[in-house]
């Protein structure tokens, strides 16, 4: 079955880069993307990007590109998700899901990681 | 501020029919992406509800169903059930293949 877990909870101070994992299994990792979507405290979803682990293409959201890059690493087929210079309002859960094809729905999700920042 | 629009909040009793709205634009819906839904039951990680418009994935109930037409799309569910209590969110992505969300609907079942 399709499986995406992601790395613990992390505490970071303002400033700091934090990076998250998210581990596939159940599937050909190679033959989907993986979109990040991350959620502040009692908000809405927030679409961060995308990346093909085909071949490493991504696609940022506007308000991230220069602080975020996504990566894959194809031999343990997990995805990563380091944003840096991070700020307050960054505290969300980060979730991974799972897309066959960049432009259509995310069909499986991660369980989510608590990226906290705090002085 | 989402770009896509969502009511805060629906409710409804047991058994009764609710419709959930997600209104667009050019830039989005109406410029032809699909439309997809996600039931996030409190505390847990979004789940796929309904893709490409009007689509359930295997074992989502026939209870629940979409639509979409010009700008906006609709999320319908029958026979309102307890355990449908959650929050419902509608996505589709804009010209630049940025994903976009609506803010989310909180369900209540009465």
């Known amino acids: 079955q399709v499986q995406l877990v992601q790395s613990g909870a992390e505490v970071k101070k303002p400033g700091a880069s934090v990076k998250v994992s998210c581990k596939a299994s159940g599937y050909t990792f190679t033959s989907y993307g993986i979109s990040w979507v991350r959620q502040a405290p009692g908000q809405g979803l927030e679409w961060m990007g995308w990346?093909?682990?085909?071949?490493?293409?991504?696609n940022y959201a506007q308000k991230l590109q220069g602080r975020v890059t996504m990566t894959t690493d194809t031999s343990t087929s997990t995805a990563y998700m380091e944003l840096r210079s991070l700020r307050s309002d960054d505290t969300a859960v980060y979730y991974c899901?799972?897309?066959?094809?960049?432009?259509?729905?995310?069909?499986?999700w991660g369980q989510g990681t608590l990226v906290t920042v705090s002085s | 501020q989402s770009v896509l629009t969502q009511p805060p909040s629906v409710s409804g009793a047991p058994g009764q029919r609710v419709t959930i709205s997600c209104t667009g634009s050019s830039s989005n819906i109406g410029a032809g992406y699909d439309v997809h839904w996600y039931q996030q039951l409190p505390g847990t990680a979004p789940k796929l509800l309904i893709y490409g418009n009007s689509n359930r994935p295997s074992g989502v109930p026939d209870r629940f169903s979409g639509s979409k037409s010009g700008t906006s799309a609709s999320l319908a569910i029958t026979g309102l059930q307890a355990e449908d209590e959650a929050d419902y969110y509608c996505q589709s992505y804009d010209s630049s293949l940025h994903g976009v969300f609506g803010g989310g609907t909180k369900l209540t079942v009465l």
């Open positions: 990346i093909s682990a085909y071949n490493g293409n991504t």
């Open positions: 899901a799972r897309v066959r094809s960049h432009g259509i729905h995310l069909d499986y």
